[in-house]
């Protein structure tokens, strides 16, 4: 039995569908489906049943899935500890964030990181705030960039402010604040974010304390989406600071409550109860120093009063 079956397994148990994970590793379909077949051969046992085009876990699948991830992790944090005795300038760094963060900051700050890390294969996973806690907590990745977590046993050290924007056209009644109560969205149509994005839940948050109820047209996981229909005079797109657009045709305004900017801070999240490589933990300290200089929706600072300071809970 070899590590990329089980890889494949997890990878396509996640997926629910052969040809959605093949794409994810690189591999042809039916190469895909020859491994899993010699893998339920090899255990002696079935882990999907095939129904139409979708595969779902046999009840022995089910049962083998958890314990092959804390395989797979073993087998991870094997090399990265391998790697760290080697000196610490080769391994695997697995990131995750947000779409719009991915766009907004890593994309050019990975440039730099590369060029001074060669030896660090950086992987990428993107996902919401809130389940991509959840995948650092299961040793899915080493670095979550996300809201500051709470309650929970994961350690964040924050990096920047980000704030709550409301977007629309130049002709909507809200159009000339430079910020507002987001109690002056009660009634108003609203374009959002789905809950696993944390200035959703901030926003939320904000409307249950002032009392407004704003009409939810959509729902979405591309704030892009939100923009341009905002744009068409659809609605107020409520997107967070790190999302990037064209400005032209639109009006941005920060979102407060109680004449406070609605935001947090993004972070850079562990979970300290798992081994985390020291070039994990340069990355860390270099993309703390590179928003000291820079981070995205900086210019929305003088715009928002009572700026959330970066210890703040996200």
């Known amino acids: ?8 397994f997890v990878t396509v148990a996640d997926a629910g569908n052969v040809s959605r994970a093949a794409v994810q590793l690189n591999i042809t379909q039916p190469a895909l489906s020859r491994q899993l077949r010699d893998l339920e051969g090899e255990l002696g046992l079935p882990l999907f049943d095939r129904v139409g085009r979708r595969l779902h876990l046999t009840a022995e699948g089910e049962n083998l899935l958890e314990r092959t991830r804390e395989i797979l992790r073993s087998a991870d944090a094997l090399r990265e500890r391998a790697g760290a005795l080697a000196g610490g300038r080769t391994g695997t760094l697995r990131l995750g964030a ?6 907004s900051l890593i994309s050019a700050f990975l440039t730099g990181f590369r060029r001074a890390w060669p030896g660090i294969d950086v992987r990428l996973v993107e996902d919401g705030g809130v389940r991509l806690r959840a995948r650092v907590a299961r040793g899915e990745l080493h670095l979550a960039l996300g809201a500051v977590p709470t309650g929970d046993d994961l350690r964040a050290r ?10 629309m056209p130049p002709g909507h009644r809200l159009a000339r604040r430079r910020a507002f109560e987001v ?15 944390a200035s959703r839940l901030r926003f939320d948050a904000a409307c249950e304390a002032a009392r407004a ?4 047209l959509l729902e979405a996981n591309d704030p892009h ?34 004449g406070r900017a609605i935001g947090g ?4 999240v562990w979970d300290p109860r798992r081994h985390l490589p020291s070039y994990a933990q340069a990355f860390v300290d270099e993309l703390f120093a590179y928003t000291r200089r820079s981070y995205p929706g900086k210019e929305f600072a003088r ?12």
């Open 1 to 8: 039995m070899e590590l990329r079956h089980l890889r494949y």
């Open 98 to 103: 947000t779409a719009q963060t991915l766009e």
């Open 158 to 167: 924050p990096l920047f402010p980000v704030w709550v924007l409301a977007v």
């Open 183 to 197: 109690g002056e969205l009660d009634n108003e149509t609203v374009l959002l974010l789905r809950r696993d994005f």
């Open 213 to 216: 109820r704003p009409r939810v």
């Open 225 to 258: 989406s939100l923009v341009s229909l905002a744009r068409g005079g659809h609605g107020i797109a409520v997107v967070p600071s790190t999302t990037i657009f064209s400005r032209s045709g639109l009006r941005v305004a920060p979102l407060l409550r109680a």
């Open 265 to 268: 801070s993004t972070a850079a």
């Open 303 to 314: 715009l928002a009063p009572s700026t959330p300071p970066l210890n703040a809970p996200g």
